[in-house]
């Protein structure tokens, strides 16, 4: 079965940049997606089709997706982008999520 | 807009069924492209799949609980139905559905409800 590899923790100071990475066999091949989740929330998709943001997200969230990896970039990173993010893609008529990555803002 | 809900047991036993209703408002299921999938969350820990199931009725189901899960859905009503059977006391989590759209290579998950949390035990 296809598995997608994330770290678990990330740390960034508040307006750095912070990148999240999702690690997964030719994920570079399909499209990935990021969702992110705040403590008792629901996820929110906040990148599909590897970069692509929905209405209402905003700029500072992009993303990138390559050969094995697919990598998560908030630029000038604020407190409110501490949360949980997963990764997510699709094979074999399964959807996968990655194991999570939890962002701490310090 | 789209919103979606869950409902459901809070408590359910060993061995029982689980039967969850995802009720929705601002698409409509039987609509081409419309999807609406399910995934759980237990305490702590990671994103799960589970089923989906597409506007012409095609289902998906993760293929380490097929054998456990049937989804349905009744256009009429904006519902779909997610039974998982034998629940465990692993099964513990919180259950969200969300909606996907079927189109080329897009396979995210693009709103989801506030989940139901599932407690198994006896």
């Known amino acids: 079965s296809y598995e997608l590899t994330q770290p678990p923790s990330v740390s960034v100071s508040p307006g750095q940049t912070a990148r999240i990475t999702c690690s997964g066999e030719r994920l570079g091949d399909k499209f990935a997606c990021w969702y992110q989740q705040k403590p008792g929330q629901s996820p929110v998709l906040v990148l599909y089709?590897?970069?692509k943001r929905p209405s209402g997200i905003p700029e500072r969230f992009s993303g990138s997706n390559s050969g094995n990896t697919a990598t998560l970039t908030i630029s000038g990173t604020q407190a409110m982008d501490e949360a949980d993010y997963y990764c997510q893609a699709w094979d074999s008529d399964t959807w996968v999520f990655g194991g999570g990555t939890r962002l701490t803002v310090l | 807009q789209i919103t979606l809900e869950e409902s459901g047991p809070t408590l359910v036993k060993p061995t029982q069924t689980l039967t969850l209703t995802c009720t929705f408002s601002?698409?409509?299921?039987?609509?081409?492209?419309?999807?609406v999938g399910w995934i759980r969350q237990p305490p702590g820990k990671a994103l799960e799949w589970l089923a989906l199931?597409?506007?012409?009725?095609?289902?998906r189901y993760s293929p380490s609980l097929k054998n456990r899960l049937t989804i349905t859905k009744d256009t009429s009503k904006n519902h779909v139905v997610l039974r998982m059977t034998n629940m465990d006391p692993v099964d513990t989590a919180t259950y969200f559905c969300?909606?996907?759209?079927?189109?080329?290579?897009?396979?995210?998950?693009?709103?989801w409800g506030q989940g139901t949390l599932v407690t198994v035990s006896s």
């Open positions: 601002g698409f409509s299921v039987s609509t081409y492209g419309a999807g």
């Open positions: 199931i597409y506007w012409d009725d095609d289902k």
């Open positions: 089709e590897d970069k």
């Open positions: 969300a909606h996907t759209t079927a189109l080329a290579g897009k396979y995210d998950f693009d709103s």
